[in-house]
């Protein structure tokens, strides 16, 4: 019997026989097997139901002719296993523009990955921001489409240069958390492509190897099972050769699921395995549909277990090294956006005795959601904690919202408040209802196998309001009475409606979840030793009748091709902070634009000059306006962006480049792509918002 285990260096041909050749000796049940993981329920018992306890068993595998297996580990935040570096919720790293960072993060996760006994990497997560209500908005991106595809193409390089599987999850259209499991979204086909699919066919073409499936439905079909997703869009128009697998837990529901090219049901065969075996000899499923599973999941496998590695050895003590941790501040320093400042940042350390830190969430270690993106640092560094080590205990004062009384008397000792408010996992995060059982939620074999019933506690979910809660509402208000500085300090993963309690404050910033070294980050920010540089990747409106119609219970729902930027403007809405905006301790001044035409692409090309006195990074974004022929369409759309450090007094030249293919809109009638002939506007923005932008045009 041969031995087909995994020898590096092997070429593209070598793989190709190698895999035929395990088709041909391996049984069909051997086969039918490489389609489901295997043993989770069990791992997950023994674990206590401690999510990431181990890699999990994830596909291909058999162990009778030595075939490896996957072996699968979560995201976005870090890796989901052991302690882990604990970066920035993937919103704030998206705050960042800044691919190069997010390249050097993933590589931090595939390197942890690999230390930790994982393969297969479910981190890129890129579903569009529609509503900032989504429980599970903190491990995106943000609300635009090019965004999300150069943020998340740009972790998966940076995971699979460490070889690494990646995933990009969750396909598609998953942007509610409550009703994942039921909802069925309805959606046209300009929408469909235009809107919800573009940042995933980017992550495709940067070689993302696979595809996990959402739990919702598209126009009727669970995703999981959804042929013309799976194979009609996927497989034959983007030409994707790698694998799909689902979602853990009720991500698949009939065995066609297979022919409509689910690869892998994940995490136990519950509808594949002995039902996808009667399937086929009941001859409703061709055995040459498992050969094709298994040709695409094998050919994966062997591609990157057999690639050189980049590291000589993947060894533990390199999770949450110091390099990591390194970079893990760095973006939790890139990303915090400042919202208003009045010039009362930066904090000037010399002339200040006292500062008041205030709030429950200032002492708290809060990294973000619990359900399966939860990474467990070594350490946390809380707001609190970091303004401590900052300045010194006896110059910190703290008290939270649950006694105004002693929040009014730190304020009247401080010389500024900073007052820390927000979300936690309570509010916002990945909702797993009580009746669905992830390793029977810890009974015993005995128990379950006598039919005994997991217990019913549910956790996470949607957001039920866009506001703060009135206990920090009536603390913000409390500060504010005493005329001193108030810095509100906003945690969450999406937007916070600020209209109830922002007049008056002196400055506002959004960390959103920043990671292990936020409150090292938030000192380093507030006090002035960096500049704030994140910029908004969502839109927070004034009232919130201004986003699309949201409800978390729904059975059904209809994705219109309105959202986030692009729906306040084609409605005439002002947003209190729009999509980009950000500011920061210096100036910077746009001039010179220069828009050029080449064969595939229009390159565009600013002078930004730092006017200031302090070294900052800028993001320039360039939006597109097209010739308004075609509708609908954005009156303004993000087609580039590119984030620049600038000295003081230093002026650079700028490069973008738009290809021409992104300018293209989907044509119903003939299924296929077409660009509008016409004056196309280019704006050199600050914002989506910008009243003043630099302009020009091409005429393509």
């Avoid at 040459?288 to 277990?305: P, Q």
């Avoid at 005493?482 to 209209?499: M, N």
Wanted: proline share 5%; net charge negative; glycine share 8%.
């Amino acid at each position: 019997m041969k031995d087909f285990s995994v020898v590096k260096g092997m070429d593209d041909s070598h793989i190709a026989d190698i895999v035929e050749e395990i088709l041909s000796q391996a049984t069909l049940p051997e086969k039918v097997g490489m389609m489901s993981g295997k043993g989770f329920y069990q791992q997950y018992r023994e674990s206590n139901r401690r999510w990431g306890a181990h890699a999990y068993r994830a596909g291909g595998g058999i162990e009778r002719l030595n075939v490896p297996a996957l072996y699968f580990t979560d995201g976005p935040r870090g890796v989901a296993r052991g302690n882990s570096t604990c970066f920035p919720c993937s919103m704030a790293r998206g705050a960042t523009f800044d691919p190069q960072l997010e390249k050097r993060i993933g590589e931090v996760m595939g390197i942890e990955s690999r230390a930790q006994d994982a393969n297969l990497s479910g981190a890129v997560c890129i579903n569009l921001l529609r509503h900032p209500a989504w429980g599970r908005a903190q491990e995106t991106y943000g609300e635009d489409q090019h965004h999300l595809g150069e943020m998340g193409a740009a972790l998966g390089e940076g995971i699979q240069a460490h070889n690494i599987i990646g995933t990009v999850k969750h396909f598609a259209l998953n942007s509610m958390e409550n009703a994942r499991f039921k909802v069925n979204v309805k959606v046209d086909e300009r929408t469909l492509h235009e809107v919800y699919l573009p940042h995933f066919k980017r992550c495709i073409d940067a070689g993302i190897a696979t595809v996990m499936t959402a739990y919702n439905k598209i126009n009727g079909e669970y995703c999981g099972q959804h042929h013309h997703l799976l194979t009609d869009i996927l497989r034959n128009e983007w030409n994707f050769k790698g694998f799909v697998h689902s979602d853990w837990i009720n991500g698949v529901y009939q065995t066609y699921g297979a022919t409509a090219g689910l690869d892998i049901e994940n995490p136990e065969p519950e509808v594949f395995g002995e039902r996808l075996l009667q399937a086929i000899s009941d001859r409703l499923i061709s055995e040459e549909t498992v050969n094709t599973a298994c040709r695409r999941i094998l050919n994966i496998i062997y591609s990157f277990l057999s690639a050189i590695d980049p590291l000589p050895n993947y060894s533990l003590d390199m999770v949450a090294s110091q390099p990591h941790i390194n970079i893990a501040l760095e973006a939790a320093e890139k990303s915090a956006v400042l919202l208003e400042n009045d010039g009362t940042l930066p904090l000037q350390k010399s002339s200040i005795t006292k500062v008041a830190v205030l709030g429950r969430l200032a002492a708290l270690e809060n990294t973000g959601d619990t359900g399966s993106s939860r990474v467990a640092p070594p350490y946390i560094v809380t707001a609190l904690a970091g303004i401590t080590n900052y300045l010194s205990n006896d110059a910190v004062l703290h008290a939270d919202e649950s006694d105004l009384s002693a929040i009014a008397a730190a304020t009247t000792e401080a010389d500024v408040s900073i007052v820390v408010v927000g979300t936690t996992a309570q509010e916002e995060g990945e909702y797993v209802p009580g009746d669905i059982s992830l390793g029977k939620d810890g009974l015993s074999d005995e128990a379950v196998e006598n039919g005994a019933s997991p217990p019913k506690i549910a956790k996470g979910g949607d957001r039920v309001s866009l506001t703060l809660p009135d206990d920090q509402i009536a603390m913000i208000k409390e500060v504010s009475k005493t005329g001193k500085p108030v810095v509100v300090v906003i945690v969450s993963g999406s937007a916070i409606l600020v209209e109830e309690w922002r007049d008056g404050i002196s400055a506002i910033v959004q960390t959103f979840y920043s990671g292990m070294e936020g409150g090292t980050a938030l000192a380093k920010l507030l006090f002035g030793e960096i500049s704030p540089s994140g910029k908004l990747p969502i839109t927070v409106a004034k009232q919130a009748d201004h986003y699309p119609y949201f409800d978390r219970d729904a059975l059904e729902i209809e994705y219109g091709y309105w959202h986030g930027y692009a729906k306040l403007q084609y409605e005439k809405l002002t947003a209190r902070y729009p999509f980009g905006h950000g500011l920061s301790y210096t100036t910077f001044d746009y001039r010179s634009v220069v828009a050029t035409t080449l064969p595939d692409s229009v390159s565009v090309n600013v002078a930004v000059a730092n006017t200031g006195s302090i070294e900052a990074d800028e993001v320039i974004q360039i939006y597109i306006g097209y010739p308004g022929t075609i509708k609908p369409r954005p009156l303004r759309q993000l087609k580039a962006f590119k984030r620049v450090t600038l000295a003081p007094n230093e002026t650079k030249i700028v490069s973008l480049n738009i290809p021409l293919k992104d300018l293209e809109y989907r044509d119903p009638a003939s299924h296929s792509w077409k660009r509008e002939q016409g004056i196309h506007h280019i704006f050199v923005a600050r914002s989506a918002q910008d009243e003043n932008p630099l302009t020009t045009s091409v005429e393509l």
